[in-house]
């Protein structure tokens, strides 16, 4: 049977240890239509626990750490959970991945198949569960990256190697503005109409009018690119509940 992708990387979590895997696929094209057809897409998951039990047991901290919008935690938090259908493309890559349909590549040889390529970090997962080193590597002669990181408020996160791959991930516009001063540039999830000076509106999203996909965007790719932060108006599960409890609030 022909691969479906490649494996990047097996082995620890840098958040807890514990084991995971990076899969690089969609590399003849994706059919989201937010983020366009030509963006290699890359799953970081545990490697010995289905992710919709990850879900359930709160073993998906070992790919997403701290992050306010994972299930378990969102519940409590109040935070908007996680957009991403688990239940069906993770859990696809996750089954393939058992099945032993995606062939191991060193990072040197995925710096060579992904050469001119387009390459979305953590379609699922946090890019820093995985060593930034195999990111650095794989993408070094890539045509652009985006990806979004929450881990960059972690003690132990290298700012200055992941700034050029990865958007810091924020919530509000104290956090914002603490990425800025770590020298990363911010992907903000906004509650409510409040854009910021630096700030520009996502032109993938339904207020910036999806003047572009991310693949023609890519303004995603951290300091890679000499750009404004962006911000996107908050549309997941519960959004209008949010942004009617903040309006209460003011």
Not at 76 to 92: M, W
Not at 183 to 209: K, N, W
Request: hydrophobic content about 40%; aromatic content about 6%.
């Amino acid at each position: 049977m022909k691969a479906l992708g490649y494996i990047a990387y097996e082995g620890a979590s840098k958040i807890d240890g514990r084991p995971i895997v990076v899969i690089v696929n969609k590399l003849q094209g994706s059919a989201n239509a937010k983020t366009g057809a030509d963006l290699v897409q890359t799953f970081i998951i545990r490697a010995d626990v289905a992710p919709t039990d990850a879900l359930k047991t709160g073993d998906d901290v070992s790919i997403c750490g701290q992050c306010a919008h994972r299930p378990l935690l969102a519940k409590s938090n109040g935070a908007a959970p996680c957009y991403v259908n688990v239940g069906r493309s993770v859990r696809s890559v996750y089954e393939a991945y058992k099945r032993g349909r995606y062939t191991k590549a060193t990072p040197a040889q995925l710096r060579r198949i992904l050469a001119g390529r387009k390459i979305r970090l953590g379609t699922y997962g946090d890019p820093a569960a995985a060593p930034v080193a195999m990111w650095q590597e794989i993408t070094a002669d890539a045509a652009g990256v985006v990806g979004y990181s929450h881990q960059w408020q972690a003690v132990h996160f290298d700012h200055a190697a992941w700034a050029p791959l990865v958007m810091a991930s924020a919530d509000t516009i104290d956090e914002a503005a603490q990425a800025n001063l770590y020298g990363m540039r911010v992907f903000r999830v906004s509650v409510g109409v409040d854009r910021q000076p630096g700030e520009a509106t996502c032109p993938a999203s339904a207020e910036g009018g999806r003047r572009a996909t991310c693949d023609t965007c890519m303004l995603c790719g951290g300091t890679s690119k000499a750009a404004r932060d962006i911000v996107i108006a908050d549309h997941a599960v519960g959004h209008k509940s949010r942004v009617i409890m903040l309006q209460a609030a003011v």
